[in-house]
């Protein structure tokens, strides 16, 4: 057989990119543990054990297989009420513990208002706004702290001052990408990935920022990631900004 024709294994994950720098630690421990056999919850729970617990309001958090979560309670309702986080075998859910990981204060306040917004309307064919919010940012977020000039350009979709005019203003940028679907996809990377974005003030607390009112209204605006300076080869020539159906005019 070809061997590029051999699948790869779905953990096989390479972590220099620029995307993967809170994860990378982690990620450089987690990955070489699946391969020895372990499932991922219990890669995950390893690294749980390194390090001060996180506490949910039902206790410590924990990772476990898919299987523990009873059919027909809800995904966010079970961790809520168990301090326990479903987790497949495959790269998703793997970055999904990652994120939970690194940035376990924000992972909660989303499960928070996820689960109390299921309490409060249940589960129907549509999730309502708020949920529709948190699930967008969940799967596909970042955040983004940057100076005015980047943010403006970025309201207003204005690529070329975003991305070349202004390109030296991303040294004083932090894009942190916390959507696990997003991650997933940049696991093969193509110009059209696109994160929806909160902005954050520099030095601000992200976590104040997801309240129900605020993101009921998806306070989110749309950033092709791999246009940020640094992340991709390909975008040091300004050309790669102008394919308008990535670049998309304001």
């Given at each position: 057989?070809?061997?590029?024709?051999?699948?790869?294994?779905?953990?096989?994950?390479?972590?220099?990119?620029?995307?993967?720098?809170?994860?990378?630690?982690?990620?450089?421990?987690?990955?070489?543990?699946?391969?020895?056999g372990e499932s991922a919850a219990q890669a995950l729970n390893a690294e749980l054990s390194r390090a001060e617990p996180i506490r949910l309001a039902a206790g410590?958090?924990?990772?476990?297989?898919?299987?523990?979560?009873?059919?027909?309670?809800?995904?966010?309702?079970?961790?809520?009420?168990?301090?326990?986080?479903?987790?497949?075998?495959?790269?998703?859910?793997?970055?999904?513990?990652?994120?939970?990981?690194?940035?376990?204060?924000?992972?909660?306040?989303?499960?928070?208002?996820?689960?109390?917004?299921?309490?409060?309307?249940?589960?129907?064919?549509?999730?309502?706004?708020?949920?529709?919010?948190?699930?967008?940012?969940?799967?596909?977020?970042?955040?983004?702290?940057?100076?005015?000039?980047?943010?403006?350009?970025?309201?207003?979709?204005?690529?070329?001052?975003?991305?070349?005019?202004?390109?030296?203003?991303?040294?004083?940028?932090?894009?942190?990408?916390?959507?696990?679907?997003?991650?997933?996809?940049?696991?093969?990377?193509?110009?059209?990935?696109?994160?929806?974005?909160?902005?954050?003030?520099?030095?601000?607390?992200?976590?104040?920022?997801?309240?129900?009112?605020?993101?009921?209204?998806?306070?989110f605006v749309p950033l092709p990631v791999l246009g940020v300076p640094g992340w991709w080869p390909a975008n040091g020539d300004p050309a790669f900004y102008g394919?308008?159906?990535?670049?998309?005019?304001?």
């Open positions: 057989m070809n061997a590029l024709a051999v699948p790869m294994p779905w953990h096989a994950v390479d972590p220099a990119p620029s995307w993967w720098g809170p994860y990378r630690e982690r990620l450089q421990r987690v990955v070489p543990a699946i391969a020895r410590p958090l924990r990772f476990v297989e898919a299987a523990a979560q009873p059919r027909g309670e809800a995904y966010e309702s079970f961790i809520a009420r168990t301090a326990a986080v479903p987790t497949r075998d495959n790269r998703h859910d793997l970055f999904n513990g990652l994120v939970w990981l690194c940035f376990p204060q924000l992972k909660r306040r989303m499960n928070e208002l996820q689960a109390a917004d299921i309490a409060a309307r249940g589960v129907g064919a549509m999730r309502g706004p708020l949920r529709d919010a948190l699930t967008l940012f969940d799967e596909n977020g970042a955040l983004l702290r940057c100076p005015p000039v980047l943010a403006e350009a970025l309201h207003r979709r204005d690529w070329h001052t975003l991305f070349i005019a202004q390109r030296g203003a991303w040294a004083e940028a932090e894009l942190t990408l916390i959507g696990h679907a997003l991650l997933d996809k940049l696991t093969s990377p193509r110009k059209a990935i696109t994160a929806h974005v909160m902005l954050v003030e520099p030095g601000g607390d992200a976590v104040a920022r997801f309240s129900a009112e605020r993101l009921a209204g998806k306070p394919d308008a159906a990535v670049f998309r005019p304001g």
